[in-house]
């Protein structure tokens, strides 16, 4: 009697934590359904890509709907107020009122792509596997959420509020771009 009260209270304890449970997989889930109903997500990002041999770094903020999400250079100074577009696989770039469509949308693993995907991912995206580690003295939720074929996009959340902190793109074991994430509201 002891034995099976044993292996049913094991059997109790292993389900709860499959099914969105306590759990920083199940806690991470029920940020993602709450973003879903979010009409817009809004942050800054500081942005690290690599296009051939050369690695940039740019600040973009970002303005994601379920249908679009709008990208503006805030830095370098050089390059800031121009304004990307992407919508139903197509992207146009705009600067002080001019457009230019650029068809479609550059490939998943392109630099230009982070922001969008990271959005896309928090709202809708399948989580592989999660987990708490320390970044420096603050506690984060992480998680490997899937993106396609051989993508991968971790993202590191802050441990209480799981508000995103970090996200790195990698493609076939390889990161290819990554930022920090700042100013994370919804609206």
């Known amino acids: 009697m002891r034995s099976a009260l044993s292996a049913l209270m094991t059997a109790l304890l292993l389900l709860t934590g499959c099914a969105g449970g306590p759990g920083v997989e199940g806690k991470l ?10 009409p817009e997500i ?37 390059i800031a107020g121009i304004t990307a577009r992407t919508a139903a696989g197509e992207t146009a770039l705009s600067y002080d009122g001019v457009s230019l469509s650029l068809g479609a949308s550059p490939g998943e693993d392109a630099p230009l792509s982070l922001l969008p995907t990271v959005a896309r991912c928090l709202r809708q995206g399948h989580i ?49 771009s990554s930022c920090e994430i700042r100013d994370f509201r919804t609206e």
Do not use: K
């Open 29 to 38: 889930e029920r940020q993602r359904d709450a973003l879903r109903s979010c």
């Open 42 to 78: 809004r942050f800054q990002a500081e942005v690290t890509g690599a296009a051939g041999d050369r690695v940039f770094t740019c600040t973009l903020d970002c303005v994601s709907t379920p249908e679009e999400t709008v990208l503006t250079v805030a830095s370098p100074e050089s």
């Open 128 to 176: 592989l596997r999660a987990w708490r580690e320390r970044d420096g003295e603050q506690s984060c939720a992480v998680a490997d959420i899937y993106v396609g074929e051989d993508r991968t996009l971790t993202v590191w959340f802050d441990g209480e509020a799981l508000t995103p902190l970090h996200a790195a793109l990698t493609v076939d074991g390889e990161r290819v």
